[in-house]
């Protein structure tokens, strides 16, 4: 398993902005030292909290200060966008990465941005597919391409900067639909199911057996291996490691607080309920931390949680820790340490975690 961390970014209205992007960026150096292999940024333009409309800006400058750690758009959302520019611009940036940009996008979930651009949910899916087949030949071919679509139109063009890597890799994140699981397993790309996603739901949404079974369906029917399909899904979860699951869960309560007020009053509770009928009043902390569920408590506790999560989806390929600011710097790098240190080695096949406590215990004579 592979271990990265996704930010929307969150960082609430009273905080210090401009602050906060240098934050982003101590916190994606502090990922590349601690070893996680990928670091993915959001788009959004409204709501208040999360408060970065371009991620290439910001990948940009965190690529100037790493040099190992993948970084992806996660993601650059395609129906606000000339699919054209959205190509150049990010074949432009593998160059400024060495070639360490994972290309992330999405169809524009969150309903104040649709609002802001007029974009109906109706809209919104096919102006992403259509995109998505632009962005790819130009991204993937050096000839000229012409595309004639309901929405965007492309006549005999071809970038001027190709990007680094030979095969972009893509990834398409997944909210309302399974559409887009099924499409990334047919198609070979990297799929990512956002935090919220409960293992198993019943609600208004999928959950995340259903994101697994879409994706199989999709590399199998393109006659694509399941289990490399399965490799490339990224599952992002709610990550808080300390001394304890208590003491965990006192360091963030607040926070949790703050951005569920925030993402309940955007009308995103639906997608995390496992019954329709649920008022939001019943989305408590305790109640997200026991059934989305977190991964939260001691490294023992998240090893377990992980575990289960794990066989319970049947596998995927990479853990995306969602960042948060539910709690000050020192606390929350603290969390990213511990997991590290005690957890990721437990998972990405790199150290024989059994053999060392073996060794350890016959040199104490036990």
Known sequence: MRFGLFTM???PPHENWTLSYDRDIDRIVTAEKL??????????????????????????KASAVTSRIRLGTGVVNLPYHDPFLVAERLAFLDHLTHGRLDFGFGGGGLPSDRALFG????????RTNEALEIIWNLLSSRKPYTFEGQYFSVKNRRLQVPPLQAEPP???AGLTGTHNFELCGSRGWKSLSVYFTPLVGGGAAPDLRDHANAIVKGAEEAGRDPQKARDNWAVVREVYVSTSREQAMA???????????YLLGLGLGALMKKDADMPDADLTFDWMVEE????IGSPEDCIRQLHELNEETGGFGTLLINVRDWTTSDLYNRSLELFARYVMPQFNGQNDMALRNELAN?????
């Open 9 to 11: 970014p969150e960082h």
């Open 35 to 60: 070893g996680f292999n990928e670091f993915w940024i959001g788009e959004h333009h409204t709501g208040g909290y999360e408060n970065v409309p371009m991620p290439e800006l910001l990948i940009a």
């Open 119 to 126: 974009m109906s949910s109706e809209e919104a899916k096919p």
């Open 170 to 172: 893509f990834a398409v």
């Open 251 to 261: 360091d963030i309560r607040e926070g949790v607080r703050i951005s569920y007020d």
């Open 292 to 295: 989305i569920p977190w991964i």
């Open 362 to 366: 016959e040199a104490l004579g036990r």
